[in-house]
């Protein structure tokens, strides 16, 4: 079983970057789509990136042009970098791993970002 270690939160100021990661462990079989999700206190999920096994990405324009996916498959790993936060960016982000053929699902545990001044 696959299992997703998230790691890189933190507290920054307004217009700071933070880069996010997630490992996984287990192998991973394609096709395949990773995601980061991010929930804020009284908010729903939303889905703020994801990449697939054939590089093609998307991001919802509230963080289009400052955060971008990338993954090392070398090494199991997803990031997430965040550039020009802002305090609305604060949320509690989650790494996804779907894995297509299997339909399945794997999250992390969560890692915390708060963009404060």
């Known amino acids: 079983q696959v299992q997703l270690v998230e790691s890189g939160g933190g507290l920054v100021q307004p217009g700071e970057s933070l880069r996010l990661s997630c490992a996984a462990s287990?192998?991973?079989?394609?096709?395949?789509?990773w995601g980061w999700y991010r929930q804020a206190p009284g908010a729903q999920r939303e889905l703020v990136a994801e990449i697939t096994n054939v590089d093609s990405t998307n991001y919802p324009d509230s963080v289009k042009g400052r955060f971008t996916i990338s993954r090392d498959n070398a090494k199991n790993t997803v990031f997430l970098q965040m550039n020009s936060l802002k305090p609305e960016d604060t949320a509690v982000y989650y790494c996804n791993l779907y894995q297509l053929s299997r339909n399945e699902n794997y999250w992390g545990q969560g890692t915390q970002v708060t963009v404060s001044s």
């Open positions: 287990g192998s991973i079989s394609r096709p395949y789509i």
